[in-house]
């Protein structure tokens, strides 16, 4: 990421780049204060080279964005590579960047999993033979441990993940991100930046509070020149399954996600209605696509992951053209 996105991201941070890094008065407390100082910073991260030769192997890369918590990013990211994966062809890693709330080793299954090195870094944690995960859950000693960590510490488990996990030869890889637009999101975004990203689905519920926080994501991907792959609108409506009427459990009082979608020119990718039996499948760590495939819920990812699937093999094709 160049010095004037990193300055437009961080709002009053002058960006590295700048003479004035490390020195003015929105320097005041940053942890890095001392490096962007000294000047080193202006340098180049040697590891974006190294994350680049590291991600030659890895043919699309889809980051799961949402503005809040709460929304189903993290389920629908699992669900991503669950339906990505049910393709045998297929290799697919899911990368879990969300550091203080890692829910993607139970979404998974694979809670209590222990991560192993070897000569070729470390090695994913393997739901399926061609469905791996690398999660913070993984590292830490109790399931109840809780990641207090600044900015910096953060920032360097990104940059090891990305660098130093053999994914091997990869088809997708998927990045479920915090909710919001931090110092995950700036890392990640500038670690692949010499990677081509096919792009960002955002995540979002009905109500207007939840896309308040969403057009916040959406600028910020303009901003750092992130590709938008789309929205999805998770939790809309429920259908109740005995008399089958549908009800509005979060009532798109502005029009929704098709409507904000619609106002900002960015592609909608559909609803995922709500069903409690996602929930319960993943807290036993199953797939909700295989446990029940023909349910509304099912469809409706399945006919969402086409159209990201679609996304980027159009943009493999236009990437090839260029060449």
């Not at 941070?13 to 000294?38: E, M, Y």
């Not at 699309?60 to 189903?72: A, C, F, N, Q």
Request: aromatic share 4%; proline share 6%.
């Amino acid at each position: 990421m160049s010095a004037s996105q990193d300055t437009k991201a961080r709002g009053n941070c002058p960006g590295t780049g700048s003479d004035d890094a490390g020195k003015v008065s929105a320097c005041q407390g940053c942890p890095n204060q001392s490096l962007c100082a000294s000047g080193a910073a202006k340098a180049p991260d040697p590891a974006i080279q190294e994350i680049k030769e590291k991600m030659a192997s890895v043919k699309h890369k889809i980051l799961v964005l949402s503005g809040k918590g709460g929304v189903g990013k993290s389920t629908f990211s699992a669900h991503l590579a669950h339906g990505i994966a049910s393709d045998d062809t297929k290799q697919v890693a899911l990368l879990d960047v969300d550091m203080c709330g890692p829910s993607i080793p139970r979404i998974m299954g694979v809670e209590g999993e222990q991560v192993h090195q070897s000569g070729s870094g470390w090695s994913p944690v393997y739901v399926e033979e061609n469905l791996g995960v690398m999660s913070v859950g993984f590292l830490l000693s109790s399931l109840d441990d809780a990641v207090i960590w600044r900015g910096p510490k953060k920032n360097g488990l990104i940059k090891q993940f990305l660098r130093d996990v053999d994914w091997g030869e990869v088809d997708y890889l998927i990045v479920d991100t915090p909710p919001g637009t931090s110092d995950e999101h700036l890392s990640i975004v500038q670690y692949l930046s010499a990677t081509q990203v096919d792009g960002a689905v955002i995540i979002t519920t009905p109500q207007e509070v939840s896309l308040q926080d969403v057009r916040k994501e959406i600028n910020f991907c303009r901003k750092v020149k992130l590709p938008i792959i789309g929205v999805v609108e998770n939790m809309s409506g429920f259908v109740c399954p005995k008399c089958q009427h549908e009800s509005q459990i979060f009532p798109p009082t502005t029009g929704g996600a098709i409507k904000m979608c619609q106002d900002l020119s960015i592609p909608f990718l559909g609803n995922v209605p709500l069903d409690p039996r996602i929930a319960k499948s993943c807290d036993e760590g199953k797939s909700f696509l295989t446990e029940i495939p023909g349910s509304s819920a099912s469809i409706a990812y399945k006919e969402i992951i086409q159209r990201i699937q679609e996304h980027c093999a159009a943009r493999s094709s236009d990437g090839e053209k260029t060449a």
